[in-house]
Nanobody
Framework: QVQLVESGGGLVQAGDSLRLSCAAS????????MAWFRQFPGNQRELVAG????????DYADAVKGRFTISRDNTKNMVHLQMTNLKPDDTAVYYC?????????????????WGQGTQVTVSS
């Protein structure tokens, strides 16, 4: 199987930056597109950003375009989410996800593997 472990969450103030990281291990042959999702209390998980296997294609939720950047380092089996100009509305649990699909899939059901989640809290 595949294990995903997130790190980097925490409490920040509005306007601050934060970098989330996700380390992948296990049967990495099955890890192709990777993504970050977030989940607000009482809501379903939603895609924040996804990145293709080679890192050449990415997609972002409208709410984070221009503020968040997803990247991956395949030599270290890691994916990162650089978040800038954070807003209180970004407060959520952020999950790293991986899929066997080569395209940047948009929905949680498209992803096979999940991390345990990391809390990001942005105070006003």
């Amino acid at each position: 199987q595949v294990q995903l472990v997130e790190s980097g969450g925490g409490l920040v103030q509005a306007g601050d930056s934060l970098r989330l990281s996700c380390a992948a291990s296990g049967r990495l042959l099955y890890v192709r597109t990777m993504a970050w999702f977030r989940q607000f209390p009482g809501n379903q998980r939603e895609l924040v950003a996804g990145i293709s296997p080679g890192g050449d294609l990415s997609d972002y939720a409208d709410a984070v375009k221009g503020r968040f950047t997803i990247s991956r380092d395949n030599t270290k089996n890691m994916v990162h989410l650089q978040m800038t100009n954070l807003k209180p509305d970004d407060t959520a649990v952020y999950y790293c996800a991986a899929t066997r699909r080569p395209d940047v899939a948009l929905f949680p059901d498209d992803y096979n593997y999940w991390g345990q989640g990391t809390q990001v809290t942005v105070s006003s």
